[in-house]
C-alpha cells in the first residue's frame, strides 16, 4: 500500500503534468466543470477531471488571468511611445456681434475678425532619442508582464496539487476501509471459532472477549478512516467550490508503479524550472530595472514635431479686409 508521503508525490507529478497539457474532459465541454452535474456514477471524476474541474471552477485563476491581460495591455501601451504621435483637431467658432469701426464718416467699416471662424491643423510628434527612457520603461512593463503569467503558474500548480492530494486521499481512505472490512470480517469469523471451541470445553470465555474487544477497535478505526474520507470529500467539493453535502463520486484505484529516478538531475530540474524561483528571478530583475528607470527619469527628451493646418481670419495685403477675413490660409510650424 502507498504511504501518504509517495501519494502526495505521485500527485504532484500528475498535478504538474496536468498544467502543461489539457486535461481530461468533462461530459459537458461547453459547460464550466464547476457548474456540472456530477451525482451520477457515470459523471464520477477521475484524476484528470478532478484537477480540470478545481482549475475552471477557482476564481483566483480567472482574477490572475485578468491581472496578467493588464499587465500585457500596459506593455502594449508602453511600446507605442516608440511610435510617432499624430493628432488633428477642427474647430469652429461663431463670432456674434463682430467689434467694427470706421476710419472716416462715410469709409468702408473695418473688423478684426469674421463671425465665422474655422481652423483644422494636423500635428505630428516623435521622438528621436530619450536616453534610454522608453526603453527601460517598456523592458519594466514586460517584466510584469512576466511576473503576472509565472503568478498564473504558481496558482494553478497549488491547486492542482491540492485536488490531486484530495484525490489520491479519497483513493487511500477508500482501500484502507476495504482492508479494514476485510480485517473485520477475519476477527468475526475468529470470534465465532473461538465461540465454538469455548462451547465444546476446549478453549477459555478470555479467548472470545480478546477478539470482541480486537473487533471493537477494528470497528473505531473503520469509523475514523470514514470520517478522513468524508474531510477529504468536503475539501474536494471546497476546491470545486460545491456545497460541502455535494455529492462529488471519485472514480480510480492505486496503484504502484515505482520509476527510476536520477536526483541530482531531478534537482536541478527544479532549480529551473520550479515557479517560485522564476517568481523570485522576476522579482530580482523588476527591481533592477526599476532602478534603471530611476536613474533615466531626469534625462531630457530629444525629439522633432510639426503642424501643418488651415485658419481664416487673416488680413492679407493688397486684398479688402472683409474678403481676407474670410479666406482659409494654409499655414505651417516645425519645431526641435
Known sequence: MLSRNQLASLGLLLGGTLLARPALAQNQPSVPASNQAIGLVSDSLSLGGAVQAV????PGVTNLTELANAANSRLSQTQAGFLPQITGSVTYTRIDPVSQF???PGSESLAFAPNNNFDAHLTAQY???DFGKRS?????????????QDNIVVARRDLAFSAAQAYFNILFARESIRVQDQQIA???AHRDEMQKRVEAGVSTKFDVT???VRITQAQNQKLDL????LNQQVQLARLLHKPQQADIPVKGRLSYDPQPVNLQAELTKAAENRPEVKL????????DLQAKLVDRSNLPVLGVGMQAGGKNGYLIPNVAPSEALQRIRFNTVGVA
Open 55 to 58: 482549475l475552471d471552477a477557482n
Open 102 to 104: 470706421s476710419i472716416a
Open 127 to 129: 521622438e528621436l532619442y
Open 136 to 148: 527601460a520603461n517598456t523592458n519594466l512593463s514586460r517584466s510584469q508582464t512576466q511576473t503576472a
Open 186 to 188: 477475519s476477527l468475526v
Open 210 to 212: 480478546t477478539t470482541d
Open 226 to 229: 470514514q470520517n478522513q474520507l
Open 280 to 287: 523570485a528571478r522576476d522579482a530580482e530583475t523588476t527591481a
